[in-house]
């Protein structure tokens, strides 16, 4: 009994070790069948590439953008900007920065398997000029496989009144990529950077709005801006070059907390929103303006609740937890047009 045993064994070792070298003869042959295109099966909301920070913990950049996105509905795919352990709000943090070739490299490989239909292009933390450059080579790159490309651009630069990327990035963003663009989600501070206007005033940002329009995009959402204690989006969609722009405001409450990753949380939330919406850019920021003050919210309740002061606490986003809130908020804040 026990020399069957062996026998069967024995035979199994040789079955698997024979198998093992069949497979890879057959992945060195041309009898492996070719990989099916991930584009025969296009998304039926939209494939989205987008290029931005990535950290291992915590939920920045595109940790704070492709999950959300994929709940929308989209098919996202990432290239990370620099992959760090963390975010450079703790005390340390180790890991490495794509270069412009580096991101050319991975957009040719792309580009050889006819993988580089895409229907939108998202970008938010990009920290040099070659990189930025790189970025508008991809620009024209997926409008030619796509001329109907919409680029979404969050133009992270700083917030009240500090740089936090190279200030020679400004005029990049204002002269080359602004006249690209097809959305702009700038802050405040940003918003000023790009048109040389300070804004201290409620009419101030609807003319800044103005004037990105005229330089290129057609959307404009100008996130946050401080005027007198209150934080108020305004929001700018010109549907034709002939036309005056419809404009609103929604008035954003300001929580005692500090937390990292909302910018690009938001922006990939107006980028799902106003895809659905693509004519009521005040809907898309309702929804989007709802759903991130919902992780917001939660976020505060949980660490509170555990014990930290979320007064004295950066807090990392509580994304998962939050999958509802994104997926189906409920509209607690409301665009206001003006007339």
């Not at 006249?179 to 101030?204: H, K, Y």
């Not at 954003?252 to 990292?260: E, G, H, N, S």
């Amino acid at each position: 009994m026990s020399c069957s045993l062996f026998a069967i064994a024995f035979d199994y070792s040789l079955f698997r070790r024979s198998y093992f070298y069949r497979s890879r003869s057959l992945r060195k042959s041309a009898m492996v069948p070719p990989p099916i295109l991930s584009l025969a099966l296009p998304s039926e909301t939209g494939r989205v590439l987008s290029i931005q920070s990535h950290t291992v913990q915590g939920y920045v950049g595109n940790k704070a953008a492709v999950f959300p996105l994929q709940l929308l509905g989209y098919d996202v795919d990432p290239i990370n900007s620099v992959q760090f352990s963390n975010h450079t709000g703790y005390p340390s943090f180790k890991g490495q920065v794509l270069d412009g070739q580096q991101l050319w490299d991975l957009i040719e490989g792309l580009a050889g398997n006819d993988l580089l239909y895409y229907t939108h292009l998202l970008t938010g933390y990009i920290g040099s000029v070659s990189f930025l450059n790189t970025v508008l080579e991809v620009v024209n790159k997926l409008r030619s496989v796509n001329p109907g490309l919409v680029y979404v651009c969050d133009p992270v630069m700083g917030d009240e009144g500090t740089f936090y990327v190279p200030p020679e990035l400004a005029s990049v963003y204002r002269e080359k990529v602004v006249p690209v663009a097809s959305m702009l989600t700038p802050n405040q501070f940003e918003a000023e950077q790009l048109t040389g206007f300070r804004i201290v005033s409620e009419q101030d940002g609807r003319e800044a709005c103005n004037i990105l329009h005229a330089a290129g995009p057609a959307k404009v959402v100008i996130t946050s801006i401080n005027i007198d204690g209150d934080l108020i989006l305004i929001g700018s969609h010109r549907k034709g070059k002939d036309q005056c722009p419809e404009q609103f405001r929604i008035v954003i409450p300001k929580v005692a907390a500090y937390f990292t990753g909302t910018g690009d949380l938001m922006t990939a939330l107006l980028l799902g929103w106003s895809n659905k919406y693509p004519d009521n850019l005040d809907e898309a920021a309702e929804l989007a303006v709802s759903s991130l003050q919902a992780v917001i919210q939660r976020t505060k309740n949980d660490y509170g609740h555990a014990g930290f002061d979320s007064r004295t606490s950066s807090l990392e986003l509580r994304l998962i937890q939050s999958q509802e809130d994104i997926r189906n908020p409920k509209v607690n804040f409301k665009a206001q047009r003006y007339n």
